[in-house]
């Protein structure tokens, strides 16, 4: 062995430590990869040395290279190896190198729970410390839900260095376990009043993140966290209060009233722009909560401005004017050229921030400048991406809120046309939906929108040159279209139908090519219209053998919709073609086919349609399929499918089906695989994307003006002169104006909401945006979920509420499976205190010491007992008298839960101490009538290390702890952990028992090792557990009716009790009963009630309640006399201790 | 805060500490994206950048960008200042630090990083407290090393 330890020195010698590589690394620029690499295999040789340092200096070397780029998830388990290690300097390094490389799908991080556990309680405080550090980096919901109580009980640890790194981490455990956060509130909140700065400020850090997502929960916090405001010195504090604050605000206005003075003197006073800022922030928050109650408070955003500029960074205070033009655009408004300025900026970020500005800023009167000035920056930008954002904001701008701001068609149209002639946008897609959808929903707008189009159409540069990414040629697609549907506003229809038929289209993306042979077809139909009666049928003639000519290189195309379209169209024309021989006039005909006015359809129409009645959306129409049906899933095209379906309309309706239970099946499978990383929500939307064809792009190398274009600042000019004319005109024709309004408004465009001089820009022209359609009955409901995925969602819960049973964290059981499977049973457990019974000569010693062990809360899933044993270095004579001092307070402790606590007592649990709960309610339930369950904390009041706790009861006939099998009748049970010192944790035991209808006492001993610095010795402590009767009971309601049958029936008998002198007001009376008993109230006549209860083994209880000059008379009824009598004796018992 | 990368102008990372978990491909997909954007930035700029949902935040130090990802709502300033502060936290600790210092003792970086900021949050303000239990800890393990050795 000693061997073996040398010769591991000895080979450290010769190891590389992580300098050494590091300065490998750099000294093989070149060949980096090699040399790792072969670094990577010395390492993995070290890895398989016993020497555990030899491991951890692998380890800590994996770590680097990690960070340089190499994959290590290979030596996760050697991580925990070390990670396990006992001595800190590799324990350090095990958890640096799991919090860099471990994440949810790392499959060791299940071996990991007991080991963090194990340091969790370490008595080393750095140890804990390095375990909670990386366990908030590598948190599962897994390791958040095992371990969720340990750390709960390290936030009261008795140093601050711990509290500190437990309080932080609470909140990653939150988010991955929400169910922990009420039972952990309580205590959280608790340490806001924490003696130590650093603990107050974690705290105060985890309940902002938490309001900050669900701030309704925490609103009763708001008193508290004013007062830490106000007292507060530490800026780091202030800064999360007040964000708090902003939070709060919107939930709560008369809040913000009140924070306005304190956050103004802040703003006055404070040095840190950090706190300047959130102040600023806040304040907006509350300017906007109150703008509904007070209407001017310009004097405040006033202020305001002062002070976002003297934020010198411009970012920030556009950040902050973006908020403020939410609420008060106009004071935000003036602002106009510092923000149009910022424009120039060279940082992109500002430029983006100012644009979002411009958005919010623009009106009637403006936006035909600020646009202008945008164009410039259009030619001006370099980088695509920049100047993509620019398009897109310009078309943002215009279009918004239902092009409210446009009062000039003609210009906005011409400002689209000379959009396209952008370099290499990503944005064709957009322009053309714009010109689309003012084409048809600004009628006045049609001649002039058709005539530009027409140019563009003309204009081969949109043809010319094909490239990867561009998709301007999008744009011709609307431009095809809108020349085909108002044909009858062109000038020259057979001319552009040439344009349209050019060999060249035939570059074009299929589904734009399509688009120009259909609309082609319009065009003729509009030319054989436009000739009708005209005696020169030449043009008519031309135009259909031009058809005829030019079709057949469509007929040939790869893409099946334009080869059908052309097919079918060609045949037609040269139908159309032999009626024109024999001179049959066609025109009405052919526009036949495409008549019909196309009206804009509202986007959520479809959604809004109500389900008839009786309609079921989600039965199934047919038999489900069998299972057999073919395994891979084929994307669903639309046309196939459509085809398919006309074929085999009832086999494609199955495949649907089957394809979406599949998918259906396979979610389900991918959410229960825990080694699945799921997809982020958006991606997984779209898993049946049909709607895009791969669409081949258009090259534009050089930018051209488009010949024969008119161009926006035409209009622009235009505009203003028509302005000034009818400003001119105004004050002749002021009534007529009024008329000319009214009528706008009731088209649907809104007019009230500009500055005042805005109202008198009357558009150029008559507009008529057509609005859009809604189905008939459409549901009203504007339903913006909140997105399920959200993981803050969970964390949503009434903090408020008492906490149930079933909430509280689990902790970790002696026997876990054991109480999955028969979960927790009854009885009421006492434990009663006890005195050594024998010390040893070490103890006397340090009779100063006091070394005490505490058993408390004994726990079962319906409530808890407090109890205290005590372990202290007492002479044995005192033991009795001790004793029964003891159970005094620790009766007086469970009845008055006052503040009659022993200054030895101290660790409560968390989740109760607020709680109006009894401390000794135990109740069960009637899953398994023969069982009890019992839960004890264990708190280390010493300074010394314990471990090695053993747990055994003396087994009586009735009740007997459950042993594992293979064990001895009187063999202790090992309590699976170690506690430091000051420190608590809890563990489960299970007893059988047989009869209920007596109360029980069993005798117990606690073994366990004590470990001082220097020395070790063992110790033993006594104690008594007790079972009541009363804690076999079970609350259980019962109906007044079925209470009176009850009594009627002769199985039960009854007996009857007298309670002297109780001064208790009655209703006190019967909830103490209720409460301490478990009965509950039936039914209550002035001073009379009867009560009803029910043991785990189905005995009926039933109590009749009389008071009358401070006595009490209880007559009761049970199926099982003893278990009555020793009920009642409880009873008396209770009210005689009182 | 979501997480924190130091690199090197070259583009060197040389130091990353995770608050959300992430595999090691998104892990590396987003540090080389980010490291390619704040390199290309100009020094004039300002320090803060939208990029995705996130906010970033970052700082150059001599040779060293400092930078940080917050998410929507957070406080860029005060990011700001715990870059700023734990550069001190380094300075004070190596004694005049250098990127040689963080590249050779880069757990240590790590170690001190850990004791001042925890899950994402500040979790101690005072340097002095922060160096303390840096020391106390190094101490400890100083011991026990040489004892085990």
């Given at each position: 062995m000693a061997l073996k330890m040398v010769k591991g020195s000895i080979d450290r010698i010769f190891d590389k430590n992580l300098q050494d590589l590091v300065r490998g690394v750099r000294s093989h620029r070149e060949d980096e990869a090699k040399y790792i690499s072969s670094c990577i295999d010395e390492i993995k040789q070290e890895l398989k040395q016993d020497n555990i340092a030899v491991k951890a200096n692998a380890v800590c070397k994996l770590t680097y290279l990690q960070m340089l780029g190499y994959d290590i998830s290979w030596a996760a388990f050697n991580i925990v190896e070390v990670m396990s290690s006992s001595k800190f300097t590799y324990k350090r390094i095990g958890y640096l190198a799991a919090s860099q490389c471990f994440h949810d799908g790392t499959d060791v991080i299940m071996l990991t729970t007991n080991q963090i556990r194990k340091d969790l309680s370490s008595p080393n405080q750095y140890d804990t410390g390095v375990a909670l550090t990386g366990l908030s980096c590598f948190v599962t919901p897994d390791l958040a839900r095992d371990l969720a109580n340990d750390i709960m009980t390290l936030m009261s640890h008795t140093k601050p260095y711990i509290r500190k790194k437990a309080v932080l981490i609470m909140y990653k455990v939150f988010l991955k376990y929400p169910e922990s956060l009420r039972p952990a509130f309580p205590r959280l909140k608790e340490k806001l009043d924490d003696p130590d700065p650093g603990v107050q400020s974690a705290a105060v850090n985890v309940i902002c993140e938490l309001a900050r997502r669900n701030p309704r929960n925490y609103l009763s916090l708001a008193p508290l966290f004013f007062k830490l405001m106000t007292s507060s010195t530490n800026n780091w504090v202030l800064i999360k209060i007040i964000k708090l604050f902003g939070a709060l605000t919107p939930l709560e206005p008369r809040l913000g009233k009140k924070l306005i003075e304190p956050l103004t003197n802040l703003i006055h006073s404070t040095s840190a722009m950090s706190l300047l800022y959130e102040c600023v922030n806040t304040v907006i928050a509350v300017l906007i909560s109150l703008s509904s109650g007070m209407p001017n408070h310009s004097a405040s955003i006033q202020v305001l401005y002062t002070h976002t500029h003297r934020l010198f960074l411009k970012y920030l205070g556009l950040l902050a004017m973006s908020k403020i033009l939410k609420t008060h655009p106009k004071s935000v408004q003036s602002h106009k050229d510092l923000v149009l300025q910022c424009l120039d900026d060279k940082d992109e970020s500002i430029r983006l921030r100012a644009l979002d500005l411009l958005y919010g800023m623009v009106s009637k009167k403006n936006l035909m400048e600020i646009v202008k000035k945008l164009m410039v920056h259009v030619d001006k930008a370099e980088g695509t991406t920049y100047r993509d954002e620019l398009l897109t904001k310009i078309i943002d701008i215009c279009s918004q809120s239902n092009y409210q701001?446009?009062?000039?068609f003609e210009w906005y149209i011409s400002i689209l046309v000379e959009l396209?002639?952008?370099?290499?946008?990503?944005?064709g897609h957009l322009i053309a939906s714009q010109m689309l959808d003012v084409a048809v929903r600004v009628k006045a707008i049609r001649g002039f929108a058709v005539v530009q189009m027409a140019t563009l159409l003309d204009n081969t540069t949109l043809l010319a040159g094909s490239g990867?990414?561009?998709?301007?040629?999008?744009?011709l697609y609307a431009a095809a279209w809108i020349c085909g549907e108002f044909s009858e506003h062109l000038e020259d229809p057979v001319h552009t139908l040439e344009a349209m038929l050019r060999p060249k289209v035939a570059t074009l993306p299929g589904h734009i090519q399509a688009i120009y042979i259909q609309n082609a077809a319009k065009l003729f139909a509009a030319v054989l219209n436009g000739q009708q009666g005209t005696p020169d049928c030449q043009t008519m003639q031309e135009s259909s053998q031009l058809l005829i000519d030019r079709l057949p290189l469509f007929v040939q195309s790869a893409d099946l919709e334009v080869q059908e379209r052309a097919s079918c169209i060609l045949q037609l024309v040269k139908f159309i073609q032999k009626l024109q021989h024999k001179e049959v006039e066609v025109g009405e005909e052919v526009t036949a086919l495409f008549a019909g006015e196309l009206n804009p359809v509202a986007p959520k129409a479809q959604k809004k349609v109500p389900v008839p009645d009786g309609l079921d959306l989600d039965a199934w129409i047919n038999e489900p399929p069998s299972e057999?049906?073919?395994?891979d899933e084929k994307p669903v095209a639309v046309f196939a499918e459509e085809e398919l379906r006309h074929a085999r309309p009832h086999h494609t309706e199955v495949d649907e089906k089957e394809l979406a239970r599949r998918r259906e099946a396979r979610k389900q499978e991918q959410a229960n695989n825990p080694f699945y990383i799921k997809a982020s929500p958006t991606s997984q939307k779209d898993s049946t994307g049909v709607e895009h064809i791969p669409v081949v792009q258009i090259d534009l190398s050089v930018p051209l003006k488009v010949p024969g274009m008119s161009t926006s600042d035409k209009y622009l000019k235009l505009e203003e002169e028509r302005r000034q004319r009818e400003r001119k005109e105004r004050g002749k024709k002021e009534k007529k104006k009024k008329k000319k309004r009214e009528k706008r408004s009731g088209?649907?465009?809104?007019?009230?909401?500009?500055?005042?001089?805005?109202?008198?820009?009357?558009?150029?022209?008559?507009?008529?945006?057509v609005t859009e359609e809604m189905p008939e009955n459409a549901l009203s409901s504007d339903d913006d979920e909140k997105d399920p995925n959200d993981p803050y969602r969970a964390l949503d819960v009434d903090l408020d509420k008492p906490l149930a049973d079933s909430e509280k964290l689990p902790v970790r059981a002696h026997r876990p499976t054991n109480i999955l499977k028969s979960p927790a049973d009854d009885g009421e457990v006492q434990e009663v205190p006890k005195e050594p019974k024998k010390k040893s000569k070490k103890e006397k010693r340090d009779k100063e010491e006091e070394r005490k062990v505490r058993l408390l809360w004994l726990r079962c899933p319906n409530g808890e007992i407090q109890c205290t044993c005590t372990k202290s270095s007492k002479h044995k004579k005192k033991k009795q008298k001790k004793d029964k001092e003891k159970e005094e307070k620790k009766r007086k402790k469970q009845h008055g839960h006052s503040g009659d606590r022993e200054g030895e007592e101290s660790v409560q649990n968390g989740t109760l101490e607020e709680e109006p709960l009894p401390v000794c309610d135990i109740q069960g339930n009637l899953q398994n009538g023969s069982q009890v369950v019992v839960s004890i904390i264990f708190e280390n009041k010493s300074t010394s290390f314990l471990k090695s706790m053993e747990f055994n009861v003396l087994d009586s006939l009735n009740s007997k702890l459950q042993r594992p099998e293979?064990?001895?009748?009187h063999d202790g049970l090992t309590v699976p952990f170690q506690l430091p010192p000051g420190v608590s944790n809890e563990a489960r035991f299970i007893f059988s028992v047989q009869s209920i209808v007596m109360p029980q006492r069993l005798k117990g001993t606690l073994t366990f090792i004590v470990k001082a610095d220097d020395s070790s010795t063992h110790e033993k402590l006594d104690f008594k557990l007790h079972f009541t009767c009363s804690s076999y009971l079970i609350t259980t309601p019962c109906y007044s009716d079925t209470f009176a049958k009850l009594l009627e029936s002769a199985d039960l008998k009854g007996t009857s009790v007298r309670l002297q002198e109780v001064s208790l007001p009655f209703h006190h009376l019967l909830a103490k009963i209720c409460f301490h008993h478990h009965f509950s109230v039936v039914e209550r006549i002035d001073s009379c009630a009867s009560l009803y209860s029910r043991s785990i083994q189905g005995h009926h209880v039933c109590l009749l309640v009389k008071y009358a000059h401070q006595t009490v008379t209880i007559d009761a009824k049970c199926d099982e006399s003893s278990l009555l009598g020793n009920v009642l004796e409880e009873i008396k018992k209770t009210f005689s201790q009182s | 805060m979501q997480f924190m990368l130091l690199f090197s102008r070259q583009g060197k990372l040389r130091l990353q500490k995770w608050y959300v978990p992430l595999s090691d491909k998104e892990k590396k997909k987003i540090t080389r994206e980010l490291v390619q954007t704040v390199l290309a930035r100009k020094p004039k700029m300002c320090s803060f950048l939208e990029w995705r949902d996130l906010k970033i935040v970052y700082k150059r130090y001599a040779s060293l960008y400092f930078c940080c990802a917050i998410e929507d709502q957070d406080n860029e300033l005060i990011t700001l200042e715990i870059i700023h502060r734990y550069v001190e936290l380094l300075d004070k600790y190596f004694g005049s630090v250098c990127e040689l210092d963080i590249i050779f003792n880069f757990e240590k970086a790590y170690f001190i990083l850990d004791e001042f900021l925890l899950g994402g949050e500040a979790q101690e303000t005072s340097k002095k407290n922060v160096l303390k239990a840096i020391e106390q800890a190094d101490l400890l393990q100083e011991v026990r090393h040489n004892y085990f050795l």
């Open positions: 701001y446009i009062t000039n396209t002639r952008l370099e290499g946008t990503r944005h990867q990414h561009k998709s301007i040629c999008e744009v057999s049906e073919s395994e088209m649907g465009r809104r007019h009230d909401s500009g500055p005042e001089s805005e109202e008198d820009i009357a558009p150029a022209h008559m507009v008529d945006i293979g064990s001895g009748p | -």
